[in-house]
């Protein structure tokens, strides 16, 4: 449904050229969740500012993104406004600075709504209480009159989801929406992109650095390094098969932090390692 094909994004940076990204290819079904796994400035959040074309004019992009047989990176201003956010959506890392604190939740929801849908302020609050259920927000009649500093994080990107679903988009770009909550809140959002992904059908591409969130919710990966692709394939075959060093390397990180190593007791003294490997006791 979306492909992206020999994708190049180049910034300016003095007299130097960062090539962020760097003839990139791949594609993402419908119904699929592709994983954009790599570690920090591998150019992730790149790729997916670049199909929405959210980069500066300064930068260079090149290549072809297709989606409904057009290639986005040809259209002009107005049509991209009629795809961002109606038929393509983001979510991204930080619910907190994402929302309008001095709008409600109702407000901010229904404000897509009336400008992608033209509804009229009834009818768009109506769904905003509609979409907060969806997103499994109690008391959505209620809550829509709520300000942003009356939800918790996870209650905040839930709202994100609902405005990204809010015109029903078929391709939904998450960038790393689940690192800034805290563990629990995390699996239930990934729960419920899963869960929104089966209802509605959508292509998602799921951009993150954490194989673990990969390897529970994506059915192909893309593994990039430095601007490019360097593995790609079905998340199981990947998993038990990790062709380049580099994606061992991201692999092995996961081992580490989900079964950190027992440290020998005679040498020791029975320390207990923290998650990141260091020693807690
Ligand atoms: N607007 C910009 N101007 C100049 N350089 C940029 C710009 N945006 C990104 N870059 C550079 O492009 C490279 C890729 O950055 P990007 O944000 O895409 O990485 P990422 O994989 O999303 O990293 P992270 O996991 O930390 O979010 C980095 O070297 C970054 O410094
Ligand atoms: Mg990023």
């Not at 003095?14 to 791949?26: I, P």
């Amino acid at each position: 449904m979306l492909e992206v094909k020999n994708l190049s994004t180049y910034f300016k940076q003095g007299d130097s050229t960062v090539k962020a990204v760097d003839n990139v290819s791949f594609s993402v079904a419908k119904g699929e969740i592709l994983g954009l796994v790599g570690e920090s400035g591998s150019g992730k959040s790149t790729i997916a500012h670049s199909i929405l074309k959210l980069i500066p004019a300064s930068a260079s992009v090149s290549g072809e993104i297709i989606f409904e047989n057009r290639n986005l990176l040809q259209l002009a201003e107005p049509e991209l406004i009629k795809i961002r956010g109606s038929k393509i959506s983001m979510i991204f890392q930080d619910p907190f600075t994402s929302l309008n604190p001095v709008l409600t939740i109702g407000e901010q929801i229904a404000e897509v709504l009336r400008f992608h849908q033209g509804m009229n302020r009834q009818q768009a609050r109506d769904r905003a209480i509609e979409l907060l259920e969806t997103v499994r927000i109690r008391n959505s009649g209620l809550r829509v009159r709520d300000y942003p500093h009356q939800f918790s994080g996870g209650m905040q990107q839930r709202v994100m989801i609902a405005i990204a679903l809010a015109c029903e988009p078929e391709f939904l770009i998450a960038d790393e929406p689940t690192t800034a909550l805290d563990v629990t809140i995390q699996a239930e959002i990934l729960r419920l992109i899963v869960e929104l992904k089966e209802k509605f059908n959508l292509g998602i591409m799921y951009i993150t650095h954490n194989f673990g969130i990969v390897k529970n919710i994506c059915q192909r990966v893309v593994v990039l390094n430095k601007g490019r692709v360097v593995e790609e394939g079905e998340t199981g075959q990947i998993f038990s098969n990790p062709q380049q060093a580099y994606t061992q390397r991201l692999i092995e990180c996961l081992r580490v932090l989900t079964h950190p190593p027992t440290p020998s007791l005679s040498k020791r003294g029975g320390g207990v390692l923290s998650a990141d490997g260091g020693e807690l006791l």
